[in-house]
């Protein structure tokens, strides 16, 4: 489907060359035919010959004479019709869905080739829209693959979110994505195998992404994480859980919905120190995040150690994961800073 798009969208830019090439060469003919007949100037001749053309009015800048008559008469019983024939096609060729929509891919690969650390999410599914919509509301950077092609246009042109159409199993799709730059990758296609396809591509392609998958059997989920799934979510046993806890603790959960619920801008994000961060080698209380506002409610070494709580004297480390709670926009800030040398919040 890539290909043919992509065949298709050529094949259309072909033509709308050979119509602009056609219609140069008429005018360039009937401005060389009047400057050898009536040796005027250039200008003047070119004038003439496109107002012949287009048959928009005629004044005589330059002395035609007999012989300048003769070839205006042949000049525009032949030229109009391949002109009319070639004014209609370009524009017909310039208005194609073809050219469009490689204008378009075209603009949205150089939007998608500037991401760096965003998020993939394979499939626009009622779940792939919902992930969207709140990787949208977090303010991340995120790219949506499918290969419905009405359905992603008309979900991601009405948010602007950069979206790639195509096979998220092929290869070619994934690296359009920018699977060799991104943070994480979700893939919640319609069917497992998919699914369990487009996690073993993305291993493969980036040894490093965390990879979320959806399985609709529990069957499958030990199989999802043999493949290379970071997380292999279960609509049907998380909904349970989470209906269970409701059932167990409703306070608890109300209060750790809060996150969830748009308007409160809370979020509970887990944030990676990368190696170079302001804030290797500080203690918790050495930073500014408690005067941000973000509250570090966990951490969890590289080597798998989890410290909850955390004390305000524990040293962050590089490869540290930090659990914070606070406002999106601070938690946003934090994610931004933790790769950063930089000194921030001050």
């Known amino acids: 489907m890539l290909r043919r ?3 298709e969208g050529r094949t259309a830019l072909r033509r709308l060359a050979v119509l602009l090439t ?17 040796g005027g100037r250039w200008l003047d001749c070119l004038y003439m ?24 008469i042949v000049y525009l019983v032949f030229g109009f019709g391949v002109f009319s024939f070639t004014a209609v096609n370009l524009v017909q060729s310039v208005l194609s869905p073809e050219i469009r929509g490689l204008l378009e891919r075209n603009r949205m690969e150089n939007v998608i080739a500037k991401l760096k650390n965003h998020e993939i999410v394979c499939g626009m599914g009622r779940m792939g829209v919902t992930i969207c919509q709140q990787l949208h509301a977090s303010g991340r950077a995120f790219v ?43 893939t919640v296609l319609h069917t497992d195998a998919d699914n369990i396809y487009v996690i073993l591509t993305s291993r ?12 609709s059997e529990d069957s499958v989920v030990a ?11 279960s609509p049907h046993t998380t909904g349970a859980m989470k209906m269970a806890r409701f059932l167990l603790n409703p306070n608890v959960e109300d209060f750790l919905e809060i996150a969830d619920r748009r308007g409160q801008g809370l979020e509970l994000a887990d944030v990676k120190i990368q190696p170079g961060s302001q804030y290797v080698g500080k203690r918790i209380a050495d930073t500014c995040l408690a005067r941000l506002g973000v ?20 040293e962050i480390n590089a490869g540290d994961c930090l659990f914070a709670f606070g406002s999106t926009e601070a938690v946003n ?6 790769a950063s040398t930089d000194v921030g919040f001050d």
Request: aromatic fraction near 2%.
């Open 5 to 7: 798009a992509l065949h």
């Open 22 to 38: 056609l219609l140069l060469a008429l005018t360039l003919i009937g401005t060389v035919g009047l400057r050898l007949i009536t």
């Open 49 to 72: 010959a496109v107002i012949t053309l287009t048959t928009v009015g005629y004044e005589e800048s330059v002395p035609l004479g007999d012989a300048g008559r003769v070839f205006i």
């Open 144 to 186: 949506v693959v499918d290969c419905n092609a009405e359905l992603v246009r008309r979900q991601c042109q009405e948010h602007h979110w950069a979206y790639v159409i195509g096979d998220a199993t092929e290869d070619a799709t994934l690296k359009e994505a920018g699977i060799e730059r991104a943070r994480s990758l979700a």
């Open 204 to 215: 493969i392609l980036a040894p490093g992404l965390q990879i979320l998958a959806r399985a």
């Open 223 to 233: 199989k999802m994480e043999r493949a290379g799934a970071t997380r292999v979510v």
């Open 295 to 314: 509250i570090i409610v966990g951490l969890r070494r590289q080597s798998g150690e989890r410290l909850m709580p955390v004390q305000s004297e524990t």
């Open 333 to 338: 800030r934090m994610i931004e800073e933790s």
